[in-house]
Nanobody
Framework: QVRVVESGGGLVQAGGSLRLSCAASESIFRLNRMGWYRQAPGKQRELVAV???????TYAGSVKGRFTISMDNAKNTVWLQMNSLKPEDTGAYYC???????????WGQGTQVTVSS
């Protein structure tokens, strides 16, 4: 079982910035990937950004150029820097990790991001 803890959500005006963090209880070297997903009310959960153990990064097209995902191997932590936020970025943001031992997915409890126009 891998524990995943997110932090950093909040309320911000359009054009502002927020930084989310996600800490895993497992070493990053024992995980295949860590990433962020979001879910707006009435919509399906969607990928925002994911980074592999080897550093390969994938972004959703809607956040490219505005969001940056990065990781700190020593702290088993992944950050999501979100700049130029838009109202459509509003939603619950969830951290996901995939274990390289069990190949199971683990999710955090979610953190709310609200962008006002």
């Amino acid at each position: 079982q891998v524990r995943v803890v997110e932090s950093g959500g909040g309320l911000v005006q359009a054009g502002g910035s927020l930084r989310l963090s996600c800490a895993a209880s497992e070493s990053i070297f024992r995980l295949n990937r860590m990433g962020w997903y979001r879910q707006a009310p009435g919509k399906q959960r969607e990928l925002v950004a994911v980074i592999s153990r080897g550093g390969d990064i994938t972004y959703a097209g809607s956040v490219k150029g505005r969001f940056t995902i990065s990781m700190d191997n020593a702290k088993n932590t992944v950050w999501l820097q979100m700049n130029s936020l838009k109202p459509e970025d509003t939603g619950a943001y969830y951290c996901n990790v995939n274990s390289g031992v069990s190949w199971s997915d683990y999710w955090g409890q979610g953190t709310q991001v609200t962008v006002s126009s």
